[in-house]
């Protein structure tokens, strides 16, 4: 019989991801209860119906919370009423938030995962909430063939259902795992549901389907679970979540709320447990005491919300905040907890805030003056010496959702505009897309429009429709300035001699070429604190392969780096801005980071090894010996070369030019070829491939296969020209001693190109 590949399986059954994540060994799980007391459940067999209504309380949704928002919906159920739920590994993900939800609609918070296993697929969760109905763990050592089951979970989305069937198999071998063979079908949601005898107790944990029919799977024997049971490995949350989660080295919480990064962007949601909702989110470095500015941009889910800057935050209630609300800009000082303690010193309406779209905030403390602005157009002024010194971050109040960017703390943060000549440029050229006309001559046209309102109703129609038409193109074409200019940064960036570019600056340059928002130095900035936290620890000292290993258990396992395995394909693996976030990446996109940091304190003898399929971090004592790997994508595990060439090759060899050290250019070029490969296989419309061809042959003009796809996708786009200049390329850069056909074939394209 022939199952589904196990990398398949989980991508198909759960979405699911991976991660490292470590954590001190906290209390033992209670011990799973029996079935209640006084029931018939270990007497005799019962209906399908009686089962489903008594399993149905003790069945859970749980749903894992990754980078594109909630997906994943998994099954698992109660197995002790102090909280503990049973499901598979590949349900949770990895560093995910997990929601658990009872077939009542409530909503339990997940307060650690209490043991996990891999290999097992198997993972026990602890909810806060007490006094659940758990369901009896059976012996699946005593299960029969042709033994009669009911398998309940919540298969695509439809929750807590039930279906009949047999075990056809109870010792079924699957990758070395003995399992039970079911004649049920499994979809997705189904896995972690559980595998029920006609008492109405657990013998499995439903895992998967067979590749050969609807109607047969595999379940992991509940005795499986009992080992997990017997041998806890807690992981609090807090340590378990890597994905979104608010890098505590760099900000403090205080008051509740729920904080979360991706990409850059901070986001808040839910009620502070301060007065009126109040929460706070400071910066771990305090600025000087008397001068200073600090800006952010912010943006409201609802402008009846308030969320913006807190300074001068004595790290309990007092601080100051600027912040938009109800419409408003208001600049406050809060005292204490309560209402009584806070005093607003000025509110007013801005023409120059813009609701529902992202505002930047800048306050600026001068001894005892505050200036506040919002996009640069100052709103208040005044002195109050009330508060100075402590810390500077985010606040929030009530039930306010809200993003934050671009947060920085300096003492001139004053954005520079445009000098007169340049701005006169754009508004000429802004004049001629849109057609701007006079104060007279709109007033002229309203009259005439209203001789017929109904025909100059359809004209303004037909009129909007262009001006759509007319905003469109100038997206598209700030987006080409935008990636244009990376692109010419980043060219240069790499231009320079290979030990003076900085790899994760141009890493990062990469991330901001698809998202113009990208902060850089901020991200550098973050970057450095994680490189002092290292400096001057004593194993750096002791040789390179002490070194090593103390980077790896900092990134790996301290800080919950990890490889994604179930989420490979998605482009976020891809940014190393996002990487940082999430701690989840590639393995070319993890060594990045590996490298940077170890360059940054002064490893020399550690370089990117750039093995097919599979990018590693190698390292030696000196330059002339040899060089151990490590596997990033697998928690920075140690290989010799005979292990690393033999998970990369079927044969157990990689050439030389695999084993030569990537220079930065290189690894960048590597990068850009991950996020371009799926458009160009996929066949993704040229407008989406063609930026990244552009930027790979900005760095490597000779990447002749490359230029033959621009060429391609030139011309389906009908930018005939550019594909004729690729072409021609092409033809002066053909090696001696070509293929005569080759030639031709090429200048046939050129014809065809030029009539």
């Known amino acids: 019989m022939r199952t589904v590949p196990c990398l398949l399986i989980v991508a198909v059954l759960a979405n699911a991801c991976a991660s490292t994540a470590i954590a001190n060994r906290v209390d033992a799980p209670a011990t799973p209860s029996s079935a209640p007391a006084g029931t018939e459940a270990a007497s005799r067999d019962r209906s399908v119906s009686e089962i489903a209504e008594f399993v149905r309380p003790s069945l859970v949704k749980i749903t894992q919370v990754g980078r594109e928002g909630a997906y994943g919906i998994g099954s698992g159920f109660v197995i002790s009423s102090e909280g503990l739920i049973a499901t598979n590994r ?17 909503q339990h918070e997940v307060s650690e995962v209490v043991a996990s296993d891999s290999r097992l697929d198997l993972a026990i969760l602890r909810v806060t909430t007490k006094g659940l109905q758990s369901l ?138 301060g007065f009126g909702g109040r929460a706070l989110c400071l910066w771990h470095e305090e600025p000087p005491r008397d001068v200073f500015e600090a800006t952010v941009t912010v943006r409201l ?7 913006g800057l807190a300074f001068c935050a004595d790290g309990q209630e007092r601080h100051y905040g600027f ?95 445009p000098t007169t000549e340049d701005a006169e440029l754009i508004g000429k050229s802004v004049e001629l897309v849109l057609g701007a006309q006079t104060e007279r001559e709109k007033e002229r046209v309203v009259s005439e429009f209203l001789r017929n309102p109904d025909a100059s109703r359809r004209l303004l129609e037909e009129r909007r429709r262009s001006l759509e038409k007319d905003a469109e193109r100038l997206k598209d074409l700030g987006l080409e300035v935008h990636r244009r200019s990376v692109r010419e940064r980043l060219a240069a960036e790499l231009g320079a001699p290979d030990g003076k570019a900085k790899l994760l600056r141009c890493a990062l340059l990469l991330s901001k070429h698809d998202n113009p928002e990208l902060d850089v130095e901020s991200y550098e900035r973050g970057f450095t604190q994680m490189v002092q936290e290292l400096k001057g620890q004593p194993e750096l000292a002791e040789g390179t392969t002490s070194a090593v290993r103390r980077l790896k258990r900092y990134l790996f396992e301290e800080n919950g780096f990890h490889g994604s395995r179930s989420d490979y394909g998605s482009r976020s693996n891809s ?73 990369v090759s079927e044969d157990g060899i990689v050439s030389k030019k695999a084993r030569t050290p990537a220079t930065n250019r290189e690894i960048i070029l590597r990068m850009i070829r991950n996020l371009l490969g799926p458009l160009i296989e996929t066949r993704s419309p040229a407008r989406e491939a063609l930026p990244y061809l552009d930027l790979l042959l900005a760095i490597d003009p000779e990447a002749a296969r490359e230029r033959v796809s621009r060429a391609m996708l030139r011309e389906r786009a009908g930018d005939r020209r550019g594909a004729r200049a690729d072409v021609g390329w092409l033809l002066e850069h053909l090696p001696e001693g070509s293929r005569e056909d080759q030639r031709e074939m090429l200048e046939q394209w050129v014809e065809r190109l030029a009539r």
């Open 136 to 273: 009896e763990l059976a012996d699946s050592a005593q299960a029969r063939q042709g033994q009669r089951i009911v398998a309940m979970g919540n298969p695509m989305g439809m929750s807590y259902s039930v279906v009949e069937g047999v075990i056809s198999e109870p010792q079924r071998e699957i990758e070395g795992q003995p399992m039970l063979q079911v004649a049920v079908p499994i979809e997705q949601g189904n896995s972690g549901g559980p595998l029920l005898d006609r008492q109405g107790r657990v013998l499995g944990l439903l895992t998967l389907k067979s590749a050969l029919s609807e109607n047969l799977g595999f379940a992991m024997p509940v005795n499986a679970l009992k080992l997990l049971l017997a041998k806890p490995n807690p992981i609090p949350m807090e340590r378990w979540l890597t994905i979104g989660v608010l890098n505590s080295r760099f900000w403090k919480t205080l008051m509740g709320a729920q904080w979360s990064q991706r990409a850059g962007v901070v986001n808040v949601s839910q009620t502070g447990t």
């Open 575 to 647: 940014y190393v801005n996002e990487v940082l976030d999430d701690r989840e990446g590639l393995p070319i996109t993890l060594s990045v980071v590996y490298l940077e940091l170890a360059r940054q304190l002064g490893l020399k003898e550690v370089e990117g090894i750039p093995l097919p399929g599979r990018f590693m971090v190698g390292f030696r004592e000196d330059a002339a010996g040899e060089f151990s790997f490590l596997d990033v994508y697998d928690g920075g595990k140690e290989l010799s070369l005979e292990e690393a060439a033999a998970l």
């Open 301 to 307: 889910q609802e402008e009846s919300g308030a969320a």
């Open 323 to 417: 912040y938009p609300t109800g419409g408003k800009m208001r600049l406050t000082r809060f005292d204490g907890p309560d209402v009584f303690s806070w005093k607003i010193l000025q509110e007013q309406d801005s023409p120059a805030y813009r609701p529902g779209e992202w505002n930047t905030l800048r306050v600026r403390v001068n001894g005892p003056q505050l200036q506040c602005f919002v996009n640069e157009t100052r709103v208040f002024e005044m002195e109050d010496g009330g508060l100075r010194g402590g810390s500077v971050g985010l606040c929030k109040f009530r039930t306010t959702e809200a993003g934050f960017k671009k947060f920085r703390v300096g003492l001139d943060l004053a954005e520079k505009g």
């Open 90 to 106: 590949h349900v949770i993900g990895e560093g995910r938030r997990i929601k658990v939800e009872t077939s009542d609609g409530r």
